[in-house]
T-cell receptor
């Protein structure tokens, strides 16, 4: 079974530029998550999708971050414009169902550096 | 608000020794996960603990859960270098996982 795929793996941009990340979850997984992991910290949930609907985006900085999950499969996370404090690893995860009843499986992450 | 604390945050130990990582959480929860993260890599699920007194073991790692004390432990027996990684606990709360800060474990030969 293929795991969660993410691209790109690394991205370096200057502040005020825009960037987009892509995620392809495990086949058949209804729920998709985007996390931000700052160096030395645990992951912080940004947004959770159930199929193509948003379940929780309470910690997403909506003035600069946006995410979508078209057709309930792939997802993109966009930052526009980027700030220095957005430097982090952005992790995508998926699970069979929503909530916390199923194990979340993580992709390799995208390491973003904002200069 | 659910809060999760891990300790220690950093642990350096010799091969062959035993040690325990602790994960405390502030409100009741129905499940707790342990994950492993190698440097520059993603998170790998190790254990899910569902009930009070639950114990799971895989190789040299054993995880347990005490829901009354709101405490989970991850015990390492006779550590080997391959277990060097950062270990996270994550607690189920309000339809999302709340994560600890992680314990960076370095095992020296």
């Amino acid at each position: 079974e293929a795991g969660v795929a993410q691209s790109p793996r690394y991205k370096i941009i200057e502040k005020r530029q825009s960037v987009a990340f892509w995620c392809n979850p495990i086949s058949g997984h209804a729920t998709l998550y985007w996390y931000q992991q700052i160096l030395g910290q645990g992951p912080k949930l940004l947004i959770q999708f159930q199929n193509n609907g948003v379940v929780d985006d309470s910690q997403l900085p909506k003035d600069r971050f946006s995410a979508e999950r078209l057709k309930g499969v792939d997802s993109t996370l966009k930052i526009q414009p980027a700030k220095l404090e957005d430097s982090a690893v952005y992790l995508c995860a998926s699970s069979r169902t929503s909530g916390t009843t199923d194990t979340q499986y993580f992709g390799p992450g995208t390491r973003l550096t904002v200069l | 608000e659910l809060k999760v604390e891990q300790n220690p945050l950093f642990l350096s130990m010799q091969e062959g020794k035993n040690y325990t990582i602790y994960c405390n959480y502030s409100t009741t929860s129905d499940r707790l996960y342990w994950y492993r993260q190698d440097p520059g890599k993603s998170l790998e699920s190790l254990f899910v603990l569902l009930s009070n007194g639950a114990v799971k073991q895989e190789g040299r790692l054993m995880a347990s859960l005490d829901t009354k004390a709101r405490l989970s432990t991850l015990h390492i027996t006779a550590a080997v270098h391959d277990l060097s990684a950062t270990y996270f606990c994550a607690v189920s709360g309000n339809y999302q996982l709340i994560w600890g800060a992680g314990t960076k474990l370095i095992i020296k030969p």
